[in-house]
């Protein structure tokens, strides 16, 4: 999925997305990344219908399987937060295999920074009880505050900050919309079609609200 599809027409583009996401299996990494930046860009709307069924799908497997201990911290806490964004009933257990035998997480995630990033952006889903995710809430954030110093000169570390100052679940998506048109290092391959459909959607919205206007005279 995500080759160069050379299309004309916005509708096209919607229909490319729709099909990726329809194509849901155990784990797809492709779709909850597509879901993320269709969130991050306010166009998920677009694709509630699908994105719906990929997440029920994401979490039946998880119960039936539970989390694979192989599973690196970025995609770990992604999945958490995409399901728990939608009211499901997700343990912060997920993360017991990132810990140490002192219930700390492991000193090697440190150099992690899209994992971080994740993991913080995971912790702000925290509710009474979690104290896995207070304690991920805090190690993330002293990591990712320390690493956005020492490379303060990276194109990384905007994004860096932005996170720890405007994760995605406490803030107004609309106003973060320009960060995902900007510079940060997306692994992401469907975000140049994904943030075609969100361009052409803003000029709508645009127009729209243009033509509720009354003139001047």
Request: charged letters at 25%.
């Amino acid at each position: 999925m995500g080759e160069e599809f050379g299309l004309e027409t916005p509708a096209d583009k919607v229909k490319i997305i729709k099909e990726a996401l329809s194509q849901t299996r155990d784990l797809c990494w492709e779709c909850l990344e597509i879901i993320d930046a269709a969130q991050r860009l306010c166009i998920d709307n677009q694709f509630q219908e699908e994105i719906e069924a990929v997440l029920k799908r994401q979490y039946e497997f998880i119960n039936a399987n539970h989390f694979d201990g192989d599973m690196d911290l970025h995609k770990a806490a992604l999945l958490f937060r995409l399901l728990r964004q939608q009211v499901y009933l997700v343990s912060a257990d997920v993360f017991k295999i990132f810990l140490n035998e002192k219930g700390k997480f492991k000193e090697e995630l440190k150099e992690d920074v899209n994992g971080l990033t994740s993991l913080y952006e995971a912790s702000q889903l925290c509710i009474h009880g979690d104290e896995i995710l207070e304690e991920a809430e805090n190690f993330s954030r002293h990591c990712l505050k320390a690493w956005a110093v020492q490379n303060d000169n990276q194109p990384s570390a905007i994004f860096v900050l932005n996170t720890l100052a405007h994760p995605h679940h406490r803030s107004v998506p609309q106003f973060m919309v320009p960060n995902y048109f900007g510079d940060k290092q997306w692994t992401n391959k469907w975000l140049n079609i994904l943030q075609d459909v969100a361009r052409t959607d803003f000029l709508k919205k645009l127009n729209a609200y243009a033509k509720t206007k009354l003139p001047y005279f």
